[in-house]
T-cell receptor, first 117, second 113 residues
Framework: GAVVSQHPSRVICKSGTSVKIECRSL??????MFWYRQFPKQSLMLMAT?????????EQGVEKDKFLINHASLTLSTLTVTSAHPEDSSFYIC?????????????FGSGTRLTVV | AQSVAQPEDQVNVAEGNPLTVKCTYS??????LFWYVQYPNRGLQFLLK??????LVKGSYGFEAEFNKSQTSFHLKKPSALVSDSALYFC???????????FGKGTTLSVSS
């Protein structure tokens, strides 16, 4: 089945630095990727939708200058948390639309636990 | 706007008993409904989905869900729970425009031996 590889799985960074999270679709072309953020024991909150070759669409309240999303190819999307602060600590998950027969499904990465100290 | 409600924060069942995790939805047009399971510090694993067709959908690991249009519900069920089913379960919906999935708040399932 479709697989989305997300790296790193866990990262600790100092406040003020930037962190890049990668998501790769391994056996399919992901024209659309979604980025979610999840706080402990809470639901997944959609941050942005990215389409290959175009600018990402951010959800209301998400700072696009802080959370930079790049979707330069059909198999790779990246999320860069710039000038990270402790309040950015969270679990970030990507998701890609994949075609399953006549319908599209959604495949999720394994998530990235970001801790900003 | 589409939305999903999971009214229970936690469901506790004994191993071998049937389980139900509730989900109701609100969406314009015909809904596309999904159930996912999440283990600690992991991504989401797909369980099943309803797009069209039979109201009873069978999915992975013995789970099934029943789509009820009149009650706008899509409850997840399993006839006999296992301790290994203990996890966080999310119901999700997308509309026909094919946008991102919108998730419910999640329900923690705890199965005791």
């Amino acid at each position: 089945g479709a697989v989305v590889s997300q790296h790193p799985s866990r990262v600790i960074c100092k406040s003020g630095t930037s962190v890049k999270i990668e998501c790769r679709s391994l056996d399919f072309q992901a024209t659309t990727m979604f980025w979610y953020r999840q706080f402990p024991k809470q639901s997944l909150m959609l941050m942005a939708t990215s389409n290959e070759g175009s600018k990402a669409t951010y959800e209301q309240g998400v700072e696009k200058d802080k959370f930079l999303i790049n979707h330069a190819s059909l198999t790779l999307s990246t999320l860069t948390v710039t000038s990270a602060h402790p309040e950015d600590s969270s679990f970030y998950i990507c998701s890609a639309r994949d075609r399953q027969g006549a319908d599209y499904g959604y495949t999720f990465g394994s998530g990235t636990r970001l801790t900003v100290v | 706007a589409q939305s999903v409600a999971q009214p229970e924060d936690q469901v506790n069942v004994a191993e071998g008993n049937p389980l139900t995790v509730k989900c109701t939805y609100s969406v314009s047009g015909n809904p596309y409904l999904f159930w996912y399971v999440q283990y600690p510090n992991r991504g989401l694993q797909f369980l099943l989905k309803y797009i069209t067709g039979d109201n009873l959908v069978k999915g992975s690991y013995g789970f099934e869900a029943e789509f009820n249009k009149s009650q706008t519900s899509f409850h997840l069920k399993k006839p006999s729970a296992l301790v290994s089913d203990s996890a966080l379960y999310f119901c999700a919906v997308r509309d026909q425009a094919g946008t991102a999935l919108i998730f419910g708040k999640g329900t923690t399932l705890s199965v005791s031996s």
